[in-house]
């Protein structure tokens, strides 16, 4: 991961670094009945699904990359304004870790989770995230299910690779189904194409997220937004959150790429792409509101 966030030095491909304003979400206004979901940059979701408070791989400050002992961090510098900052944050329950990749496991994002939060994560990664004072962490692999207030956890697969640096320990890396009263959500790891997610649309969720960005050069590990759109039907989800972009420059894509591309690839199915901006929230319509806006 360090090649990719050091993949700034001579990714800039002539776009200004200034902040982009984002949208101010108001999580306060979230009703415990429903699934609301707001993106709050690269990969991180925020949610209250169905009262349970998620947040995945947090990344909050201004950079991400090496932490040199919690003074400052050494990396890529955030290219859009925070949407919340770590104390407008609701209480957290849950805490949901993909892989050990620096923009995924930001050690100073982490240490201002609340230390009662459960961490899930992959294998590997709980020797990293204990010292920071969590009292509940928990490595799943692909297959198992836990649950967490009544929100079950799945670990999935992807086509990643799991090295914090080119060199030491080799970390898993998951993708996650979410379900609590019949509800299914899907957050999924980056990954290069693949066809694993198939096996999802036996029960389709009504949401997908997928990694789109940081495809050019690391086509190997980071699908486009082309072979996104097409996992995203394998899974037969109803709709797409589109996260791993415009955020931190991590590859040599134009910033707002992603997106313009994977509207095009969509097509005349473009309105299953929700939350196209950071700072966007959304909240899920329920199955019966759904089914009835279809029907009309």
């Known amino acids: 991961m360090l090649a990719s966030l050091l993949a700034t030095a001579y990714a800039l491909s002539g776009e200004s670094n200034a902040m982009i304003t984002t949208e101010k979400v108001l999580p306060t206004s979230w009703q415990d009945s429903e699934i609301t979901i707001a ?14 408070r998620v947040i995945t791989d947090p990344a909050l400050f201004d950079k991400v990359g090496w932490s040199v002992g919690g003074l400052f961090t050494i990396g890529p510098q955030r290219l859009v304004d925070h ?10 329950d849950l805490v949901l870790v993909t892989h050990a990749h620096m923009d995924h496991l930001d050690l100073p994002s982490l240490a201002v989770m609340p230390r009662e939060a ?3 994560t992959c294998r590997g990664c709980s020797p990293l995230l204990r010292p920071i004072g969590f009292r509940d962490v928990r490595e ?15 670990a999935l697969g992807a086509t990643h690779w799991g ?19 019949g509800r299914r959500l899907f957050v999924g790891c980056d990954s290069a194409y693949t066809e694993i997610f198939k096996a999802i649309g036996d029960r389709p969720p009504e949401v997908a997220a997928f990694s789109v960005g940081a495809y050019d050069p690391w086509i190997w590990n980071h699908a486009n937004p082309e072979q996104v759109w097409d996992m995203f ?39 299953r792409i929700v939350m196209r901006h950071i700072g966007a929230a959304w909240t899920v319509p329920s199955p019966v509101r759904a089914a009835s806006a279809a029907g009309r």
């Open 39 to 52: 993106n709050l940059g690269h990969a991180t979701l925020l949610m209250n699904y169905l009262g349970v």
């Open 83 to 92: 949407v919340l900052r770590p104390n407008e944050l609701p209480p957290v």
């Open 118 to 120: 459960v961490v899930v």
């Open 140 to 154: 799943i692999q692909w297959g198992e299910t836990i649950t967490v207030r009544g929100l079950s956890i799945t």
């Open 163 to 181: 090295k914090r640096w080119p060199w030491g320990s080799t970390y898993g890396y998951n993708s996650y189904l979410l379900e609590k009263g």
């Open 233 to 271: 039907q394998q899974t037969r989800a109803g709709f797409l959150v589109p996260i791993h972009w415009g955020t931190f420059r991590l590859s040599r894509e134009p910033m707002h790429e992603p997106i313009d591309r994977l509207v095009h690839a969509a097509g005349g199915d473009s309105n």
